[in-house]
C-alpha cells in the first residue's frame, strides 16, 4: 500500500527516524572477535558486517534480499548543449535495463540484487535551472514520494543509482550550492564532454547559481532550483531506508549528491549510507570530505546506473559470508593467541 504525505512528516519532524542498534553492533564485534583468524585481520570487512549488524538489528546479519532501484528523469538544461548524449538516451537506457543489456544487469545478476528501474516522467522535462527552477514543490515532493514508496520494507540492503542525460550538471550545482565549491574545480566530464562544452557546462552552472543562490536550508527548495525528478526520488528513497532500519549503499556521484541533500534536515541522516565508489566527477572527492565518509571502492567508475553500488554489494556479502559463517576458535579447536 502507498504511503502518502510520509515524506512531509519526517521532513517536518514528525515521523522517528531508526537509529544505529549498538547493541546488536557490540554482539557483532564480539562475534567477529572470536572468529578463527588474528582479530582485525578483515580488516574493513569486519567493520561493514558490524556496520549491517547495527542497522539490522541482528548479531549475524541476512543477505537474502538486497534491492537496488534505478531511477530516472529528464532534465530541461540538457537543451543547453551540457552532456554528450541527447536527452532520448535516458528513455532508450531505460529500455536497455529492461531488456537486460546495461552493466547494472550484468552486476545485479552476478551479485543476487533484486533489481527495479522506475522512469519517472520521461516525456515531461524538468526546466532549465539556469532560467527557471527545474521543479515546483509539489513536482518534488511527488518525486521524493515516489521513492520512499518505492523502498521494500523487508530489504536486507538497498542500493541506489540513477539515470538522466545531464544530471551531473544538476548534480554539481547542488554540490557547489550545498559545501561552497569550486564550479570550476568541481565540474566534470560527465558523459565525455568535449573541452567546449565542459567550458559552457561551467557557465551554465555558474549562472544557475547566480540565479538561485547557495544559501538553502531546506531539502525541497535546494531540490526544486536545481534537481531532477530521479534526484528527487533517491532523496525520499533514503528517507524511507532511515525510517525503516534499512541500510543503503548509494552510487556514486549523482546519488551522494541526492541524499546530501537531507543533511539540510538532519546532519546525521546518512548514517545509514555508506558510498559505494568514489566517482571519477571531480566533484565527489569534495562532496565525501565533507561528509567526513569514504567510499568501499575507488574504480576510477563514472557510469553511474548504480554500477559501483551492485559491486560494492559484493563487498558487502564478502563481509556477511565470513561474519555468519566462519568457524570462532572454539568450534574448531584452534588455540587463541597467547
Same mark, same amino acid.
Given at each position: 500500500m502507498p504511503y502518502k504525505n510520509i515524506v512531509e512528516k519526517v521532513l517536518n519532524g514528525e515521523v522517528q527516524l531508526k537509529e544505529f542498534d549498538h547493541y546488536y553492533a557490540n554482539l557483532a564485534e564480539n562475534h567477529q572477535n572470536n572468529l578463527i583468524?588474528?582479530?582485525?585481520?578483515?580488516?574493513?570487512?569486519?567493520?561493514?558486517?558490524?556496520?549491517?549488524?547495527?542497522?539490522?538489528?541482528?548479531?549475524?546479519?541476512?543477505?537474502?534480499?538486497?534491492?537496488?532501484?534505478?531511477?530516472?528523469?529528464?532534465?530541461?538544461? @540538457?537543451?543547453?548543449?551540457v552532456s554528450a548524449y541527447p536527452?532520448?538516451?535516458?528513455?532508450?537506457?531505460?529500455?536497455?535495463?529492461?531488456?537486460?543489456?546495461?552493466?547494472?544487469?550484468?552486476?545485479?545478476?552476478?551479485?543476487?540484487?533484486?533489481?527495479?528501474?522506475?522512469?519517472?516522467?520521461?516525456?515531461?522535462?524538468?526546466?532549465?535551472?539556469?532560467?527557471?527552477?527545474?521543479?515546483?514543490?509539489?513536482?518534488?515532493?511527488?518525486?521524493?514520494?515516489?521513492?520512499?514508496?518505492?523502498?521494500?520494507?523487508?530489504?536486507?540492503?538497498?542500493?541506489?543509482?540513477?539515470?538522466?542525460?545531464?544530471?551531473?550538471?544538476? @548534480?554539481t550545482a547542488i554540490a557547489c550550492a550545498l559545501f561552497d565549491g569550486s564550479v570550476k574545480g568541481w565540474t566534470g566530464l560527465g558523459t565525455g564532454v568535449s573541452p567546449q562544452r565542459l567550458k559552457n557546462k561551467i557557465s551554465i552552472i555558474e549562472t544557475g547559481l547566480k540565479l538561485h543562490g547557495k544559501k538553502f536550508d531546506c531539502v525541497y527548495e535546494i531540490l526544486s532550483a536545481f534537481a531532477g525528478r530521479e534526484m528527487a526520488a533517491i532523496a525520499g528513497s533514503v528517507i524511507a531506508a532511515r525510517v525503516f532500519g534499512i541500510p543503503v549503499l548509494l552510487d556514486g556521484f549523482i546519488s551522494t549528491v541526492s541524499g546530501a541533500v537531507l543533511?539540510?534536515?538532519?546532519?546525521?541522516?546518512?548514517?545509514?549510507?555508506?558510498?559505494?565508489?568514489?566517482?571519477?566527477?571531480?566533484?565527489?572527492?569534495?562532496?565525501?570530505?565533507?561528509?567526513k565518509k569514504e567510499t568501499v571502492l575507488?574504480?576510477?567508475?563514472?557510469?553511474?546506473? @548504480?554500477?559501483?553500488?551492485?559491486?560494492?554489494?559484493?563487498?558487502?556479502?564478502?563481509?556477511?559470508a565470513t561474519h555468519n559463517k566462519m568457524a570462532t576458535f572454539t568450534d574448531a579447536g584452534v588455540s587463541k593467541k597467547i
Open positions: 583468524k588474528p582479530k582485525g585481520s578483515l580488516g574493513k570487512l569486519e567493520k561493514y558486517a558490524i556496520w549491517m549488524a547495527g542497522w539490522q538489528k541482528k548479531q549475524k546479519p541476512t543477505m537474502n534480499k538486497f534491492h537496488c532501484l534505478v531511477f530516472a528523469g529528464n532534465h530541461g538544461v @540538457a537543451k543547453r548543449n536527452p532520448d538516451v535516458t528513455k532508450q537506457m531505460v529500455k536497455n535495463f529492461k531488456n537486460g543489456g546495461a552493466a547494472i544487469n550484468q552486476l545485479c545478476n552476478l551479485a543476487n540484487i533484486i533489481l527495479n528501474v522506475i522512469p519517472i516522467e520521461l516525456e515531461n522535462p524538468t526546466k532549465d535551472f539556469s532560467q527557471e527552477k527545474a521543479m515546483k514543490h509539489d513536482e518534488t515532493l511527488a518525486a521524493m514520494q515516489l521513492g520512499f514508496n518505492s523502498v521494500p520494507k523487508d530489504c536486507d540492503l538497498l542500493i541506489l543509482g540513477e539515470m538522466g542525460i545531464s544530471n551531473t550538471t544538476a @548534480a543533511t539540510l534536515f538532519k546532519r546525521d541522516i546518512l548514517d545509514h549510507c555508506l558510498i559505494s565508489h568514489m566517482s571519477s566527477e571531480p566533484g565527489h572527492k569534495g562532496i565525501i570530505s565533507s561528509l575507488d574504480l576510477n567508475m563514472g557510469l553511474g546506473e @548504480a554500477s559501483g553500488g551492485a559491486l560494492a554489494a559484493l563487498v558487502i556479502r564478502g563481509a556477511l
